[in-house]
């Protein structure tokens, strides 16, 4: 059984290439990879640039929740929804902007917008977060059980997800970790 602990980052590889959001676009290098319960941490790279991204991969089998950080800006964290599609994207674009609301558990209700956006040559359809207390509810996420999200696409058109928080405190603290110790 040790033995497979010591594969199982080199066996997530792969899962990970696949998963790895908008820097898949650009073919980015994953690496670094650690499991936390059902979340991951790992690093982007491309030259001398660096992504550092906490996941959720297990709660959807084509949906991934991520925090997300970059060397140089480790203080402005992002928050993004990876949806896969059927298809390549013809063109990047934002296709809308709606009211969300996110909460962790029975704690605070974060609203915000999300940003609908599509990125050429990707299969994905992304959804940016923009929330006004980011650090609050990431203090939240690392304490708190499940991830409750609410998009408006329309007036009457909500849509819900829900993202297991097991190993995410774990996830985010690595991810802040490694995204300052690139910025020594």
């Known amino acids: 059984m040790p033995r497979l602990s010591r594969l199982a980052p080199l066996l997530l590889?792969?899962?990970c290439l696949a998963l790895a959001g908008?820097?898949?676009?650009?073919?980015?290098n994953t690496g670094d990879v650690r499991a936390h319960g059902g979340w991951h941490s790992l690093v982007l790279s491309l030259g001398e640039e660096r992504?550092?991204?906490?996941?959720?991969?297990?709660?959807?089998?084509?949906?991934?929740?991520s925090v997300n950080a970059s060397a140089g800006a480790c203080d402005v964290?992002?928050?993004e929804l990876r949806v896969a599609l059927a298809e390549n994207q013809a063109e990047s674009a934002t296709v809308n902007r709606v009211p969300?609301?996110?909460?962790?558990?029975?704690?605070?209700?974060?609203?915000?917008?999300?940003?609908?956006?599509?990125?050429?040559?990707?299969?994905?359809?992304?959804?940016?977060f923009a929330l006004p207390d980011l650090e609050l509810l990431l203090e939240e996420m690392a304490e708190g059980?499940?991830?409750r999200l609410r998009m408006m696409?329309?007036?009457?058109?909500?849509w819900f997800m829900v993202f297991g928080l097991a190993g995410a405190g774990e996830a985010i603290e690595r991810l802040r970790r490694l995204c300052d110790e690139a910025g020594r």
């Open 77 to 79: 964290p992002w928050l």
């Open 22 to 28: 908008t820097a898949s676009a650009t073919d980015y």
């Open 13 to 15: 590889l792969p899962l």
């Open 100 to 128: 969300a609301d996110l909460r962790v558990d029975q704690a605070t209700i974060h609203s915000g917008s999300a940003a609908f956006v599509t990125e050429r040559g990707d299969d994905g359809f992304y959804v940016r």
């Open 51 to 65: 992504h550092f991204r906490a996941i959720d991969q297990q709660s959807y089998s084509d949906a991934i929740f």
């Open 145 to 147: 059980e499940l991830l």
């Open 153 to 158: 696409r329309g007036p009457d058109d909500p």
